[in-house]
């Protein structure tokens, strides 16, 4: 059974829908398709800004340790193993010549 909370809820939302439709209220089609496009800019502008955001806090981090064997923070670390695998002795020493 219902409480009486969902019902008051659910006659207000019918009675708004009424007073709409007796009322005869609408938007115009040209002012829904300019608030659906401004919706879909919006929400575009918000995945992208957090797409960038994430990827910024994810590639900057500032721990004082001199970075070797990466190219950048986000290089997939198959790359740096390969480039060990056949030039460890080069990478040691550049890493020998950053520290000092």
Do not use: Q
Request: glycine content about 0%; hydrophobic content about 50%; charged content about 20%.
């Amino acid at each position: 059974m219902a409480s009486k909370s969902h019902i008051d809820f659910f006659n207000t939302v019918s009675l708004l829908w009424d007073d709409i439709h007796r009322f005869n209220i609408s938007l115009s089609p040209i002012l829904l398709d300019h608030h659906i496009e401004f919706l879909k800019l919006f929400i575009s502008a918000s995945s992208i800004f957090a797409i960038v955001y994430s990827l910024h806090r994810l590639a900057s981090y500032n721990d004082n340790i001199p970075i070797v064997n990466r190219r950048f923070a986000l290089e997939p670390r198959i790359f740096a193993r390969i480039r060990w695998a056949f030039g460890s002795i080069k990478i040691l020493d550049d890493a020998y010549e950053k520290v000092n």
